[in-house]
């Protein structure tokens, strides 16, 4: 089974059963970065695993778990870079949240719902992509943007397109967002299919004539 259509599962199954909280364990290496096998641990991403941690981060009932047995010093590094761009893992290699019941035991294997790991499947080169645009549909999808003709903090759908500002009506790229989600690296303007004669306003997101 693919992970998209186990992600989907879990969740039609939260809603049925009523949970509160989903806990995500997800692998570091080869699954969020791509690994170079040296000391110093490059902050390779692979597309879209910064905009599912992002959601994921910014929802009250997810819970990100680093499931890893990466060295302490390139974990810190990591948390660091992560928590820059708004993604916060909660625990690593433990889920002091949900403790032993009748039916379970979890004093040597912790509780999570949902495991994003290369060696039990999962293929980040195009999976990340499914997951994000999944929750993207069942996830608060609006991002807060700057719009520089009037000064307005406006909120836009998380969606690479050209958008209204709802003050002023001029229109307006979601950047504060594309930097945010996909990293320096992978922007793209043209994604927002802007106009020729458009640039890119410094504070991000207003478009000038």
């Known amino acids: 089974?693919?992970?998209?259509?186990?992600?989907?599962?879990?969740?039609?199954?939260?809603?049925?059963?009523?949970?509160?909280k989903l806990y995500w364990a997800i692998d570091l290496h080869n699954t969020i970065l791509k690994f170079n096998y040296k000391k110093d641990m490059a902050m390779d991403f692979y597309p879209y695993a910064l905009g599912v941690l992002?959601?994921?981060s910014e929802d009250k009932e997810s819970v990100l778990i680093l499931y890893t047995a990466t060295i302490h010093y390139q974990i810190k590094a990591l948390l660091d870079t992560l928590?820059?761009?708004g993604i916060v893992f909660k625990y690593i290699n433990e889920n002091p949240e949900?403790?032993?019941?009748?039916?379970?035991?979890?004093?040597e294997k912790f509780c999570y719902n949902i495991l994003l790991d290369d060696r039990a499947g999962?293929?980040?080169?195009?999976?990340?992509k499914d997951i994000y645009e999944y929750l993207n549909t069942i996830l608060d999808t609006m991002t807060e943007?700057?719009?520089g003709e009037c000064n307005s903090?406006?909120?836009?759908?998380?969606?690479?397109?050209?958008?209204?500002?709802?003050?002023?009506?001029?229109?307006?790229?979601?950047?504060?967002?594309?930097?945010?989600?996909?990293?320096?690296?992978n922007v793209d303007c043209s994604t927002c299919k802007i106009p020729e004669g458009y640039s890119s306003g410094e504070e991000g997101g207003l478009l000038n004539h």
Do not use: H
Not at 1 to 6: C, E, F
Not at 98 to 107: H, I, K, Q, T, W
Not at 171 to 185: H, I, L, R, S
């Open 153 to 185: 903090t406006i909120d836009l759908r998380r969606e690479l397109v050209l958008q209204k500002c709802s003050s002023c009506g001029k229109k307006v790229c979601p950047c504060n967002y594309c930097m945010g989600e996909f990293g320096a690296d």
């Open 98 to 107: 949900v403790g032993n019941s009748e039916l379970a035991d979890y004093s």
């Open 83 to 85: 928590e820059e761009k």
């Open 54 to 56: 992002k959601l994921l």
């Open 122 to 128: 999962f293929r980040p080169e195009y999976e990340w």
């Open 1 to 20: 089974m693919s992970i998209i259509k186990t992600v989907i599962k879990i969740y039609q199954k939260k809603e049925s059963r009523g949970y509160k």
């Open 145 to 147: 943007e700057y719009c």
